[in-house]
């Protein structure tokens, strides 16, 4: 018994000084913590005592955060913190926030949904908790964090018509916003992307890029449309000028 309890004392302090170097508001899993798997009875033991004592807090079952205090009192870790250990596996990221919440950061809708997307091609992530709901969404591409920016934006234009609240006028000038901060190496990453997209998002994208003056690099996009295919957004062309030229009405 005595050995036992050395041990489970060894394992606290263990996650006590491993919980020190974590910041606040940072949400972390029992990996963060290298407990090996002979532990983990003793771990959650005390990660159990350190709730309890308010050091740490749960989300759901295996996640936890620090909490932040402040004169406000205690502060909540931000979605994209709570959502980490969804958006990535052994420190590789698999998946990217997309719907409604993402048209939102964009400043698309001003609806802030009750469950939010996430887009993987590796797993379907789906979480139906009282604090956090999560359905899964289709990646196209495989999610690294080099790209997931990319696949952003292309939802973003994919879904265009589908954004709830979306001023057609204000949508078309986010995007191009966006797209004019691309650099040029950026802006031939986007268009490869949006290959494995469907027509109607290599159109919308056409138009756009074309609007901000760009030229060669749309030889591509152009190629893989049907010539005989309309995309039906709603934009007219006193907003979107070149619609027309991608049979975007």
């Not at 204000?170 to 031939?188: A, C, F, P, Y």
Request: aromatic share 8%; glycine share 4%; net charge positive.
């Amino acid at each position: 018994m005595k050995i036992i309890y050395l041990c489970d004392m060894s394992i606290s302090k263990k996650i006590e000084e491993k919980i020190k170097t974590i910041n606040e508001g940072e949400t972390f899993t029992y990996k963060e913590l290298s407990i090996e798997k002979n532990e983990y009875q003793s771990a959650a033991k005390s990660i159990e005592r350190l709730i309890k004592k308010g050091k740490i807090k749960r989300i759901s079952p295996g996640i936890f955060f620090k909490p932040k205090q402040t004169v406000f009192g205690e502060l909540l870790p931000k979605e994209e913190e709570i959502l980490k250990p969804y958006l990535y596996k052994n420190g590789r990221r698999i998946a990217y926030i997309t719907g409604v919440y993402l048209y939102n950061k964009l400043g698309l809708t001003t609806q802030i949904p009750q469950t939010i997307k996430l887009a993987s091609r590796e797993k379907e992530i789906k979480v139906n908790k009282s604090n956090l709901k999560i359905k899964p969404a289709k990646s196209y591409i495989e999610v690294t964090n080099k790209n997931f920016q990319y696949l952003e934006i292309l939802d973003a234009i994919k879904d265009f018509k589908k954004i709830p609240d979306l001023n057609i006028e204000n949508g078309i000038r986010i995007l191009l916003n966006i797209l004019q901060e691309l650099k040029k190496d950026e802006i031939k990453k986007i268009i490869k992307y949006s290959l494995k997209y469907p027509p109607r998002t290599r159109a919308l994208l056409g138009a756009l890029l074309e609007e901000i003056g760009v030229k060669e690099e749309l030889n591509d996009l152009k190629n893989s449309l049907n010539p005989l295919s309309e995309y039906v957004f709603g934009i007219k062309k006193e907003i979107l000028k070149n619609a027309e030229n991608w049979k975007i009405r």
